[in-house]
C-alpha cells in the first residue's frame, strides 16, 4: 500500500446495521464533526481495529458527501478474524481509525461507458461509482450484480429505484452454477470505447479476464475484494536476482516478493497488493514466473510480473529492479 497516502482519522460509528444475511453496513463521521477527506469513486479506506488487525474496505457512499463515510462488512466465518470482530464488537457510539482514502480501481476521467459487474459483497465500490456517474448526461454504464438470492443482496433497495431501472441487472443464481449469469454476450465486443470493472470472488474475475482477452488490456480493471492467491500452502523458496544491484534475495514461503524487497529496506511502489491494480508490474529477465495476478496478458507474462502475488517456478528469477 502506498503509505504516503496514509494519515489516521478518528470516526465516530454513527450506524451499524445488517443489511443483507450477513453482510453488515456501518456508517463513519469524524469525531470532531468536520468534513472527512474527499474521495473518488472506487476508493477504499483501511481500518485500524483495536486487536491490531489493519482491513481495507471499499467506501460505498457518495464521493459528493464528505460528511460521512459508508463500508459494508461481509460475515466471513472462514476468514482470518476481521469481519467477525468487527461485526461482534461495533455499536453505534465506538470509534474506529481509519486511513485517508485510497484508489487503485479509479474510473478513467476520460471514460465514459462503463460496463460493471459484482459477486457477492463486490457490490460496494460500485455504489460509489454508480452516485458519482448516475447524473451525468455524458456517462453511460450498466451494472450487472450476481447474487445468491434477494435476501443476500446488499443494498438491493438501493439499487432497485426507478431512476436505475435500465442500468442495474440483478441476477439470482441461488447457488447453483449452471443458473449462472452467461457473460460472454456481455462482454463480446467493446463498443463505444467501454471499460469493464469486475469485482467479486477471484472465480468470477477469472471468468471475466477470460471472456475479455481480445480487449484492449487498459479497459479492464479488477478489485479483488478477499485474500490474493499469494500464499498457498505447498509454496517453497526461491530466489529474486535484482538486476539493477545484482543483489540476490530470498523469498521465503509466505513472503511475497514486494514483502522481501520491503524487508531489505528497498522501497517498492505499489498499491492493490493483490494483484489487480497493475502498480508493481516488474520486467521477468531470467527464470519462469509462477504467476497469480489478474492483470497480465498470455504474452505479456513471458515478460513482466506482478511481485505483489506471482513467485518462481525456478530456483531464482531475475527481475528489472
Known amino acids: 500500500m502506498n503509505t504516503a497516502l496514509m494519515a489516521d482519522i478518528p470516526v465516530e460509528i454513527t450506524r451499524a446495521d445488517e443489511i443483507a444475511q450477513g453482510i453488515h453496513l456501518f456508517e463513519m463521521r469524524r469525531t470532531d464533526g468536520s468534513e472527512l477527506p474527499p474521495f473518488t469513486a472506487g476508493s477504499h479506506i ?12 471499499s467506501l460505498c457512499s457518495d464521493p459528493a458527501d464528505r460528511s460521512h463515510y ?22 453505534v457510539g465506538d470509534h474506529w481509525t481509519i486511513s485517508a482514502p485510497d484508489n ?24 460509489a461509482m454508480i452516485h458519482a456517474l448516475k447524473d451525468d448526461p455524458a456517462k453511460k454504464f450498466k451494472l450487472y450484480y450476481l447474487s445468491r438470492t434477494p435476501e443476500m443482496t446488499a443494498f438491493r433497495d438501493e439499487l432497485s429505484a ?13 447457488g447453483d452454477p449452471s443458473k449462472g449469469l452467461d457473460l460472454r454476450p456481455i462482454v463480446a465486443e467493446r463498443k463505444n470505447r467501454e471499460h469493464v470493472y469486475c ?10 479476464r477470460a471472456a475479455t482477452e481480445h480487449w484492449t488490456p487498459t479497459s479492464i480493471h479488477f478489485e479483488a475484494f478477499g485474500e490474493a492467491d499469494a500464499r498457498r500452502a505447498d509454496d517453497k523458496p526461491f530466489e529474486v536476482k535484482l538486476a539493477s544491484s545484482g543483489k540476490v534475495l530470498t523469498v521465503p514461503a509466505g513472503t511475497t516478493i514486494l514483502e522481501a524487497m520491503r524487508a531489505d529496506g528497498l522501497d517498492v511502489p505499489s498499491s492493490c497488493e493483490t494483484g489487480t491494480c497493475g502498480t508493481c508490474r516488474t520486467k521477468l529477465l531470467e527464470g519462469e514466473a509462477d504467476h497469480r495476478d489478474l492483470v497480465l496478458t498470455e504474452k505479456e507474462q513471458a515478460s513482466q510480473i506482478m511481485i505483489c502475488v506471482s513467485r518462481a517456478k525456478t530456483p531464482q528469477i531475475t527481475i528489472d529492479r
Open 46 to 57: 483501511n481500518l485500524h481495529l483495536n486487536n491490531g488487525l489493519v482491513r481495507k474496505y
Open 70 to 91: 459508508r463500508v459494508a462488512i461481509k460475515r466471513e466465518e472462514q476468514g482470518r478474524g476481521g469481519s467477525k470482530y468487527l461485526i461482534d464488537h461495533t455499536k
Open 199 to 208: 469485482c467479486g470472488p477471484r472465480g468470477l474475475m477469472e471468468a471475466v
Open 104 to 127: 487503485a480501481f479509479a474510473l478513467p476521467q476520460r471514460g465514459d461507458n462503463f460496463i460493471f459487474i459484482a459477486g457477492g459483497i463486490g457490490i460496494t465500490p460500485f455504489i
Open 162 to 174: 426507478p431512476e436505475l431501472k435500465d442500468r442495474v441487472i440483478i441476477h439470482y443464481d441461488n
